[in-house]
């Protein structure tokens, strides 16, 4: 059974940072690209930033236009944890943060519904 975990998730204020970290079980963590997602009360989910695996085990990193620059995402394969470092919050970035897990490649433009297995969320909360 594949479980995704979030955590980290929180109140600060603007300007300030946070560390979400996902820890995955029950899949090839190695060979899943991993992405973030992010949805904001009454706005659909979207896209964040993705670690997406290739076949020569090198990753790829993408990220949305709205968080590039201050937004990290990274992986530890040895502890199949993949982690969102958010730097420069503003309050647009609350919402609710979701790890995802796809099989394979994945780009910015990966449709959500091609992502195999979800986290529960962490809910971020930017004050201003």
């Known amino acids: 059974q594949v479980r995704l975990v979030e955590s980290g998730g929180g109140l600060v204020q603007a300007g300030g940072s946070l560390r979400l970290s996902c820890e995955a079980s029950g899949l090839t963590f190695s060979r899943y690209a991993m992405g973030w997602f992010r949805q904001a009360p009454g706005q659909e989910r979207e896209f964040v930033a993705v670690?997406?695996?290739?076949?020569?085990?090198?990753?790829?990193?993408y990220y949305s236009d709205a968080v590039r620059g201050r937004f990290t995402v990274s992986r530890d394969n040895a502890k199949n944890m993949v982690s969102l470092q958010m730097n420069s919050l503003n309050p647009e970035d609350t919402a609710v943060y979701y790890c995802?897990?796809?099989?394979?490649?994945?780009?910015?433009?990966?449709?959500?519904?091609?992502?195999?297995?979800w986290g529960q969320g962490t809910q971020v909360t930017v004050s201003s």
């Open positions: 670690s997406s695996w290739n076949s020569s085990s090198t990753y790829y990193l």
């Open positions: 995802a897990a796809k099989g394979g490649a994945a780009v910015a433009g990966t449709p959500q519904y091609d992502y195999h297995y």
